[in-house]
């Protein structure tokens, strides 16, 4: 495994090949089976193939027209009523202060790096795409406002290998007992 994470890149460039369905279904399976706090699974994926919608996406992905080159986008998303009652009226963005809206980032976030390393291992591609908004996303793809939006992947048979980006040091980022 450590190589899988050691060799991920994130891939701006794609053959202009199709990712067949059956891998998509396999790592979708793999983020199914990521861990969620209260076993709650708040994960949502919604998998784009149409040239017209990626467009679309891609316009509110800040205009990265590189995103184009994958042949699929999966639309990670993140469903706080797995935390929260239909009961209670919520309209999420990027400054919504739910302590909910935090859990379920953090678990949907996990579910999507299995995806990525899944990815990885399948011989595909991907790079992790969140520079939107809410509100402009959402209405794209019929999401309700109530649902979070945490990234679209680029998914697709890699053009390019990048190289190596540089890591802090072991010691850096390890404290023993306390800060």
């Known amino acids: 495994m450590i190589e899988q994470i050691k060799n991920r890149r994130s891939i701006r460039r794609y053959l202009d090949i199709p990712v067949e369905d059956n ?6 399976g793999s983020a199914r089976l990521a861990p969620s706090g209260d076993n709650t699974q708040p994960w949502h994926f919604i998998i784009v193939k149409s040239e017209e919608i990626r467009q679309k996406l891609t316009e509110v992905s800040n205009k990265q027209k590189w995103m184009l080159s994958a042949p699929v986008f999966i639309v990670c998303v993140a469903d706080i009523r797995s935390r929260v009652a239909n009961n209670i009226e919520l309209s999420l963005n ?9 859990q379920i980032i953090r678990d949907t976030s996990i579910a999507i790096e299995h995806i990525v390393l899944e990815a990885n291992n399948l011989g595909l591609g991907t790079c992790w795409v969140a520079w939107f908004t809410q509100e402009e996303i959402r209405p794209i793809l019929n999401i309700p406002s109530d649902k979070y939006v945490v990234c679209i992947l680029t998914l697709g048979y890699a053009s390019e290998s990048p190289k190596d980006r540089p890591r802090k040091k072991i010691e850096e980022i390890i404290h023993r007992e306390s800060w």
């Open 23 to 28: 891998k998509i279904i396999q790592l979708l």
């Open 94 to 102: 990027e400054t919504s202060p739910q302590l909910e809206l935090k």
